[in-house]
């Protein structure tokens, strides 16, 4: 999307696009502000909306909330998120989109994940969804409207109270 076309954290090193490196399917956090193994929170998401709420995140200092990337939908990386998601098998594990609940990657990444936490050993068993409601448009109609459904879906999928995004 253009919105990340200059935005400073949306960058890649040269490094990361030599030879000897792949594609990460799953991009976790391990190294980074969150420490590995201590989430409480699993937030997972596909897109753009990761840069939302890693600035939410980040600005409510929540640093037991990790947010992780699934960078391929299909064929579904049910291997690497397992991996992932076995060092946290007590977290909440939420699934957050930015599309309305009937369209984006929700109904079909949904089964996947939840097959991923039980091989995993979560506690938990069903994912937590947090987006828009479903609807008939992927547009909400006026930006001020766009602005309060995403500062509620950041909100909902950090368990933030929603005026705090």
Known sequence: PK??????????????????TT???VLDERGGKVKSGKAKRIVMCSGKVFYDLAAARDAAALWDVEILRVEQLYPFPSKALTETLSEVPGATFVWCQEEPRNMGGWTFVRDFIEDAMQAAGARQERLIYAGRDAAASPATG???????????LVAAALNLPNDKT
Request: glycine share 4%.
């Open 3 to 20: 919105s990340l076309l200059r935005h400073k954290a949306c960058v890649s090193s040269l490094a990361d696009l030599t030879t000897g």
């Open 23 to 25: 594609f990460h399917r």
């Open 142 to 152: 006026t930006l001020a409207r766009h602005n309060r459904e995403q500062n509620a």
